[in-house]
């Protein structure tokens, strides 16, 4: 999907399909990204969390919609992280557009970059994520922060919806006719690929933060229809 409909590929809504894109609409998708990365900075204010602004970096970056405001903010060097080269792609022109080349650097493998950050963020990507994967990259977003580095991870913990709806959602991860199917009833192209939404375990989060030396952090939850998510922000110390 990333490399189909990059823009849908990062905010799920009809209006941003690359069949309905127009120079407004991708306008108002890179404002929300500057109200989503201003939201964050009132968390950290709020908290009383300050962030050195030498190296930064956010994991699932896509196209750059938070990446960019994130290089607003002040930072030395900016490290956007996404596998898809399709949004990669559009991420470095709209970067180029905007004279930010030397200012952001994109990445398509976590290991790719810095061991010395400064502030690690990532919001709605990690839902996309197979869970086993996903807290392996956790562990390696806290492992490369400095001491005093800051984290901002959104994660999804808890989700409401009934047995049958789950035991469908299981059976389109696994079996491709059934996402097939799943499509037809929805309206959607029969071979659009499933976009998984995986909720992960808060207690496994917090034994990885507590291996790096992040004891001290905050939880903002966010609900979302059935979904209930949230920011982790925390400091990482000696």
Known sequence: MGDQDPYYGVLTDEKYKSSKLDEGVLTEFYNSGELQINHVVSLLKNFNIKVNKNIALDFGCGVGRLTIPISKLGFGKVFGV????GMLLKARLYTRELNLDE???YLNNLSLAPKNVDFVHSYIVLQHIETKIGYDIIAQMVQILNIDGVIAIHVPFYRWEKFSRRIISFLQKKVNIINYITNICAGRPI??????????????????????NITDFHLVTEHDGSNL????????KK
């Open 103 to 105: 200012d952001i650097k």
């Open 191 to 212: 071979f659009e690929p499933l976009m998984q939404m995986n909720i992960y375990n808060l207690n496994k989060i917090i034994t990885i933060l507590e291996a790096e």
């Open 229 to 236: 998510s949230g920011y982790i922000l925390g400091v990482k």
């Open 82 to 85: 996404d596998i898809s080269e």
